[in-house]
Nanobody
Framework: QVKLVESGGGLVQPGGSLILSCAAS????????MGWYRRAPGKERELVAT???????NMAGSVKGRFIISRDNVQNIVYMQMNNLRPEDTAVYFC???????????WGQGTRVTVSS
């Protein structure tokens, strides 16, 4: 059974940094895509950043230059270094993976990030 365990959320002041991590277990095939989405209060879920096995990154414009996504293809872990955080980055962040030839989708339970002074 595929399981995603997220960690690293919390409360941080504007301009601060956090690192999110998501470890995938129970995966017996290739993980084509690993990434992060977020849902801010009162808004729809949106893509933050994804990364393919080969290293291609897709970043939301609002986080380019501030967030860095990386992954460990051996340990099946995806990280997101979030720098220069802004109040508008406040959201629940969800880990997402897409696996196998049919692109099956799995989601983590979410980790809350609050940016506030």
């Amino acid at each position: 059974q595929v399981k995603l365990v997220e960690s690293g959320g919390g409360l941080v002041q504007p301009g601060g940094s956090l690192i999110l991590s998501c470890a995938a277990s129970g995966v017996d095939t290739s993980i084509n895509l690993m990434g992060w989405y977020r849902r801010a209060p009162g808004k729809e879920r949106e893509l933050v950043a994804t990364m393919t096995t080969g290293g291609y990154r897709n970043m939301a414009g609002s986080v380019k230059g501030r967030f860095i996504i990386s992954r460990d293809n051996v340990q099946n872990i995806v990280y997101m270094q979030m720098n220069n955080l802004r109040p508008e980055d406040t959201a629940v962040y969800f880990c997402n993976i897409e696996i196998g030839s049919r692109g099956e989708d799995y989601w983590g339970q979410g980790t809350r990030v609050t940016v506030s002074s």
